[in-house]
Each structure stands twice: as C-alpha cells, then as structure tokens.
C-alpha cells in the first residue's frame, strides 16, 4: 500500500527565511511521481512541483526546490525566502505506477505554515 | 486556464436530507475526481471517474454516491446527510486516461458543508 507522511502538523517561519517542509512516503511501485500543493485560505489547491523518481536531479521551481532522497523516501519541500503570501497548508501527494486510468493520487495530512514579519 | 468550478462555495444542510454537490470542469479532462478534506486527515478519495458514465470507489465512499452523465460534470451525492459529513470537499480532474505518474490534478476552490 503507498502512504505519505508529514510530521509537522505546523510551522512558524520568519519572512525572508527559508523553510523545509518534510515529507515521507511508502511505496513498490518502481515508478512514482511526487507533488507538493499549496493551499491559501481560499480554498484552492495550487501545484506547486512535481519530482519523478527516475529524475537525476531535484526538482526546482522559482524559490520552491524538492530535496528528493530516494533511498531514505523523502521528498522535503524547501521554500526559499519565505513571503507572507507563502502562508497556507501545504500538502505532499504521490502517484505510483500501477492502475492506468485508476492511478489515484494520494495526499498527506498537510503541514500549516505561518509565515511571521 | 484550466478552470474547475464548484457550485457553491458555503453550504449548510440538515441532517437527511439529500445533499448535490456539482462540478465542472472545462478542459475536456478525461478523469475527475471527488475528495474530502478534514483537519488531521488530509485528503481523502471519496470516488472518481475515468469516462462518462463511469465511476470507481475511492478510500472512502460509504454515504456517497456520483453521477457523471456529461464528460464536463461530476456530481457527488449525499442520499441522507449525516454530521459526521460535515467537511471540505474538494473536486479534481485531469487530463488523460492513462494515469502517468506525472500527470498533476486541478482543482475547484472547495465547498465547506455543514451538517446540522
């Protein structure tokens, strides 16, 4: 069965830090694919980056990178000079292999970050 | 843009009754997805569909039921409201039938339903 774990039900971080969000998962499958999204108190989930496993290197967008560590299973999402735009839940999603049209994508619990002045 | 939209935004209901939550999605996604989001527990699949008329449980699909009748609309059904169905509930879709693994969802902003 595949599993994603986050820790840290919430953090405080001040701005213009960077932060890391941790994330663990479980999986067989041979291929997967990670995700990190972005919930704002308005409600929408927004993608943020995705990591394969087969990738050389880590994933990087703008200041959002993944720490992937393949044989520990984590993919850690580090936000770089923290805003307080960056204030939201943030939630680790993995999709594995198998299942074709069913391949289902499966969420943590989600970590609440705080960004402080 | 891909634009995924939930009818309502706040919905509040009594216990039994039959509850519609709608959908649409206008991008000719293929799969679309139902989730519900509760504090601690993440999100969790309710149900889901590949193909019009076509549906598959999620992780948690006791209470519900869904209807999907056009490739654009999936509805997600409460036959009898309970409390404890009080929660986020979060719709998805996505583009392709093959399910790779770097296919990402796209999300509606969410309906929060209250139970009284």
């Known amino acids: 069965a595949q599993k994603i774990t986050q820790t840290q039900p919430g953090m405080f971080v001040q701005e213009k830090e960077a932060v890391t969000l941790d994330c663990t998962y479980d999986?067989?499958?041979?291929?997967?694919?990670l995700f990190w999204y972005k919930q704002p108190s308005s409600g929408e989930m927004i993608f943020l980056i995705y990591?394969?496993?087969?990738?050389?290197q880590n994933a990087t967008e703008g200041r959002y990178s993944l720490n992937f560590q393949k044989a520990r299973k984590s993919a850690n999402l580090v936000i770089s000079a923290s805003q307080l735009g960056d204030s939201a839940m943030y939630f680790c999603?993995?999709?594995?292999?198998?299942?074709?049209?069913?391949?289902?994508?499966?969420f943590g619990t989600g970590t609440l970050l705080a960004v402080q002045p | 843009d891909v634009k995924v939209t939930q009818s309502s935004r706040y919905l509040v209901k009594r216990t039994g009754e039959k509850v519609f939550l709608e959908c649409v999605q206008d991008?000719?996604?293929?799969?679309m997805f139902w989730y519900r989001q509760d504090p601690g527990l993440g999100l969790r699949l309710i149900y889901f569909?590949?193909?019009?008329?076509?549906?598959e449980k999620g992780d948690i699909p006791e209470g519900y039921s869904v209807s999907r009748e056009k490739k654009e609309r999936f509805s997600l059904i409460l036959e009898s409201a309970s409390t404890n169905q009080t929660s986020m509930y979060l719709c998805?879709?996505?583009?392709?039938?093959?399910?790779?693994?770097?296919?990402?969802?796209?999300f509606g902003s969410g309906t929060q339903l209250s139970v009284l």
């Open positions: 998805a879709s996505s583009p392709s039938r093959t399910g790779k693994t770097n296919e990402k969802l796209f």
């Open positions: 999986t067989s499958d041979p291929s997967y694919g």
């Open positions: 990591q394969g496993s087969y990738d050389q």
């Open positions: 999603a993995m999709r594995g292999t198998y299942g074709g049209a069913t391949n289902k994508l499966i």
């Open positions: 991008m000719d996604h293929e799969n």
């Open positions: 569909s590949y193909d019009v008329k076509m549906k």
